[in-house]
Antibody
Framework: QVQLVQSGAEVKKPGASVRVSCKASGYTFIDYYMHWVRQTPGQGIEWMGRLNCNTGGTNVGEKFAGRVTLTRDTSISTAFMELSRLTSDDTAVYYC?????????????WGQGALVTVSS | EIVLTQSPGTLSLSPGERATLSCWAS???????LAWYQQKPGQPPRILIY???TRATDIADRFSGSGSGTDFTLTISRLEPEDCAVYYCQQYGTAPTFGQGTKVEIK
C-alpha cells in the first residue's frame, strides 16, 4: 500500500531554514509528482509547490517563490522540502502529498504531517 | 489565483439527514479539476471526490460530487456519525487552491 512517512516536528528560530523529508513506499517513486502543502489555523490549507520526482523539475506557488526548494533522492524514494527565512507566520503543519495519474491532479495520498514551530 | 469560497461555514445535522456543501470559484475551474477532501482532527485530509464527481477508491457511495464552471457541490446523502469532519474543496489547475472548509457536526 502507498505510504508517505514524514520527518518529525521541528522548532526553529526566525530567520532560520527548515527541511522536511517525505519517504515514499508502495509505488514507483519516479512515476508521480510530489506536492507540498501546509495548514495553519489562520490561512487554512495552502499549496506550496510540486516536484516531478522523475526529472526533478519543480513548480512553486507565487507566495513561496524564492523561499521554497523542492528536491528528491530517488535512491531512497524520498522527497524534501526546504523553507528558508522563516517567520512566525510559517508555523504550520507541513504535508507531502502524492498526486494522482497525470500532470495536474488531485492529492491522492498524504503524509502524516510535520509540525514546524517558528519561535524566538 | 482562483479563490474558492465554501458555504456554509458549519453544518449541524442529525444522522440520516442529507448534507449539501457548496464551493464557489472566483473564475471557472478548467477541465472541472475540482476535488473534495475530508479531514478529521489530528489527521491529514483524505481524498473523497476528484474530477468533480469521481469517487476515490473505498469511498462510500453516500458521498457524491457535482457541478461545473464556478459552482460545485458535495452531497452526503445519509449522514453517519463518522462523517463528522471538516470538508475542503480544492481546484487543481496550474496554481492549486483550497477552500476554507465546511465543518459538519452531527447532532
Amino acid at each position: 500500500q502507498v505510504q508517505l512517512v514524514q520527518s518529525g516536528a521541528e522548532v526553529k528560530k526566525p530567520g532560520a531554514s527548515v527541511r522536511v523529508s517525505c519517504k515514499a513506499s508502495g509505488y514507483t517513486f519516479i512515476d508521480y509528482y510530489m506536492h507540498w502543502v501546509r495548514q495553519t489555523p489562520g490561512q487554512g490549507i495552502e499549496w506550496m509547490g510540486r516536484l516531478n520526482c522523475n526529472t526533478g523539475g519543480t513548480n512553486v506557488g507565487e507566495k513561496f517563490a524564492g523561499r521554497v526548494t523542492l528536491t528528491r533522492d530517488t535512491s531512497i524514494s524520498t522527497a524534501f522540502m526546504e523553507l528558508s527565512r522563516l517567520t512566525s507566520d510559517d508555523t504550520a503543519v507541513y504535508y507531502c502529498a502524492r498526486g494522482g495519474d497525470g500532470s495536474w491532479t488531485h492529492l491522492h495520498y498524504w503524509g502524516q504531517g510535520a509540525l514546524v514551530t517558528v519561535s524566538s | 489565483e482562483i479563490v474558492l469560497t465554501q458555504s456554509p461555514g458549519t453544518l449541524s445535522l442529525s444522522p440520516g439527514e442529507r448534507a449539501t456543501l457548496s464551493c464557489w470559484a472566483s473564475q471557472g475551474v478548467g477541465r472541472n479539476y475540482l476535488a473534495w477532501y475530508q479531514q478529521k482532527p489530528g489527521q491529514p485530509p483524505r481524498i473523497l471526490i476528484y474530477a468533480t464527481s469521481t469517487r476515490a477508491t473505498d469511498i462510500a457511495d453516500r458521498f457524491s460530487g457535482s457541478g461545473s464552471g464556478t459552482d460545485f457541490t458535495l452531497t452526503i446523502s445519509r449522514l453517519e456519525p463518522e462523517d463528522c469532519a471538516v470538508y475542503y474543496c480544492q481546484q487543481y489547475g496550474t496554481a492549486p487552491t483550497f477552500g476554507q472548509g465546511t465543518k459538519v457536526e452531527i447532532k
